[in-house]
């Protein structure tokens, strides 16, 4: 059983993401990580993810869900591409109508595994959207 579901932010080391109304790129990347398990190879280190052991995604779903700051609305719902299912590799672009509003958001992501098990990262990703030229 997992303890936790840790996302790596491959693309920034930032903790906010800029992105701007109506662009539908940059593709963000993650790969979902067990803290409570060694990677083959390693010694389990809870401050380290690299020591972290990949989540198998193989038959799951994975959703990025996105909310303004303060909201208990979600805004959208993005189901991501699972790159690598092994090695817990996901990533999703921004479809039209997704950054239509400038603002601060967070986003969360969430698994659901094919015994209907659902888990998310505990961590929130921001994202601050500024507006585009007119």
Same mark, same amino acid.
């Given at each position: 059983?997992?303890?936790?579901?840790?996302?790596?932010?491959?693309? &920034?080391?930032?903790?906010?993401?800029?992105?701007?109304?109506?662009?539908?790129?940059?593709?963000?990347?993650?790969?979902?990580?067990?803290?409570?398990?060694?990677?083959?190879?390693?010694?389990?280190?809870?401050?380290?993810?690299?020591?972290?052991?990949?989540?198998?995604?193989?038959?799951?779903?994975?959703?990025?869900?996105?909310?303004?700051?303060?909201?208990?609305?979600?805004?959208?719902?993005?189901?991501? &591409?699972?790159?690598?299912?092994?090695?817990?590799?996901?990533?999703?672009d921004f479809p039209?109508?997704?950054?239509?509003?400038?603002?601060?958001?967070?986003?969360?992501?969430?698994?659901?595994?094919?015994?209907?098990?659902?888990?998310?990262v505990h961590e929130?990703?921001?994202?601050?959207?500024?507006?585009?030229?007119?």
């Open positions: 059983s997992l303890s936790q579901i840790q996302g790596i932010y491959i693309m &920034a080391n930032s903790d906010t993401v800029d992105l701007v109304q109506g662009d539908t790129l940059p593709k963000l990347k993650f790969t979902l990580k067990d803290s409570a398990e060694a990677a083959s190879g390693y010694s389990l280190d809870p401050d380290d993810p690299t020591t972290w052991a990949p989540i198998n995604l193989t038959g799951a779903t994975v959703r990025l869900r996105i909310r303004e700051v303060g909201s208990t609305t979600v805004k959208s719902t993005l189901t991501m &591409a699972i790159t690598s299912a092994t090695t817990g590799e996901v990533e999703t039209t109508g997704t950054l239509d509003t400038a603002g601060v958001f967070e986003a969360e992501i969430e698994a659901t595994f094919v015994d209907n098990s659902v888990q998310s929130l990703i921001k994202l601050k959207v500024r507006e585009a030229f007119g």
